[in-house]
């Protein structure tokens, strides 16, 4: 599988698989290609050389797969419209949506459901978005830079009550983010992107031989291949 842009090629014929039931960390420098390979699993876009499949079935660029939820860093929220009046909105657009679910994710982060998304915090935003992204009960979460915009704390709690989730549920999660260290213990697998290719792949503990973290595992690796660029 490829995708080659007028540029050139910005994910050059790779062969990847996502295992099920784990916590993905896609890392990479800008421009790597970590954008890219999500827009290929959601259908956004097309690959120019072979082919990917989703659960078996091969994306049709109609839509996302709805075993697959999507949530990128500009959060797919309405400001005018209240969380209850948002979460209406899902139950209309997906047919696997489990309200419960979704009332149960607001409720524990204590958002209340009367309020404009416009008027929430960015943290806030973020849990009423996981709702969305959780609440159509998917096998697969892609998260493409989800909480760049949110301050330390936030950001760290956000993360903590989505990996509780997904392995509660079972989901297997794609995680792309440029801050290593946030990874750290809450990312069981490793896939490591330069320049189109796939540099590294597997599980963190059998890659970091001698405990080494997901983090230095990463940034050494992306050290030698430019390193080796500049030789």
Same mark, same amino acid.
């Given at each position: 599988m490829g995708k080659k842009y *007028?540029?050139? $090629? !910005?994910?050059?014929?790779t062969s990847l698989v996502i295992p099920a039931n784990r916590v993905v960390a =896609?890392?990479?420098p800008n421009g790597a290609g970590k954008s890219? =390979?999500?827009g290929l699993i959601t259908g956004l876009l097309r690959p120019t050389t072979g082919d990917l499949t989703v659960f078996g079935d091969r994306p049709t660029g109609k839509g996302l797969h709805p075993a697959v939820s999507y949530l !990128?860093?500009?959060?797919p929220l309405y400001p005018q419209l209240t969380v209850a009046e948002t979460l209406t909105y899902g139950a209309r657009t997906?047919?696997? $949506?489990?309200?419960?679910?979704?009332?149960? =994710?607001?409720?524990? !982060?204590?958002?209340?459901?009367?309020a404009k998304i416009g008027t929430l915090s960015g943290g806030q935003r973020t849990r009423v978005a996981l709702a #969305?992204? #959780?609440?159509? *009960?998917? *096998?697969?979460? =892609?998260?493409?830079e989800p909480l760049a915009d949110l301050d330390p704390l936030a950001r760290e709690t956000v993360l903590r009550a989505l990996i509780t989730e997904a392995r509660a549920q079972g989901i297997t999660v794609l995680l792309s983010s440029h801050v290593l260290a946030e990874l750290e213990g809450v990312c069981d697998h490793l896939v490591l992107l330069h320049k189109g290719r796939i540099l590294l792949a597997g599980d963190v503990d059998r890659l970091g031989s001698g405990g080494v973290p997901l983090g230095q595992l990463a940034l050494d690796?992306? *050290?030698?291949?430019?390193q080796g660029e500049a030789a």
């Open positions: *007028r540029r050139g $090629w !910005a994910l050059r014929e =896609l890392v990479g890219t =390979l999500m !990128a860093q500009q959060k997906n047919p696997t $949506w489990d309200q419960g679910y979704a009332e149960h =994710l607001i409720g524990q !982060a204590a958002v209340p459901v009367n #969305l992204a #959780l609440g159509k *009960r998917p *096998r697969l979460l =892609l998260l493409d690796h992306m *050290r030698a291949a430019a």
